[in-house]
């Protein structure tokens, strides 16, 4: 790998750590949103490459901060309709 990758590679370390920080570390998801990128990894075959311990924890959290931005969307209605098409059995009817 060249420097500037390494350097590309620790800003992305960096920037998703940050993001990581202010959207999941113990906020109310935080242990849903862990549960759920184990899930997606452990299914996915990822932990069985040669990927490193750095790069499945910045894809771990990546896949977190996405978990909890969608279920933040969810709480505030954001997909109210949208919910009631893909389940139908919640509307009451």
């Known amino acids: 790998m060249t420097d500037s990758t390494d350097a590309g590679l620790s800003d992305c370390i960096e920037l998703v750590g940050a993001m990581w920080e202010l959207e999941v ?3 109310t998801h935080e242990r849903q949103a862990r549960h759920a990128s184990a899930m997606l990894l452990s299914g996915s075959g990822i932990i069985s490459t040669s990927a490193t311990s750095e ?3 910045l894809v771990e959290r990546a896949l ?3 978990y909890v931005a969608a279920l933040k969307e969810v709480e505030g209605g954001d ?4 919910i009631l098409q893909w389940r139908p ?3 009451g009817s």
């Open 64 to 66: 977190q901060i996405g």
């Open 25 to 27: 570390a113990d906020h």
């Open 55 to 57: 790069m499945i924890d």
């Open 79 to 82: 997909h109210d309709d949208d």
């Open 89 to 91: 059995d919640l509307s």
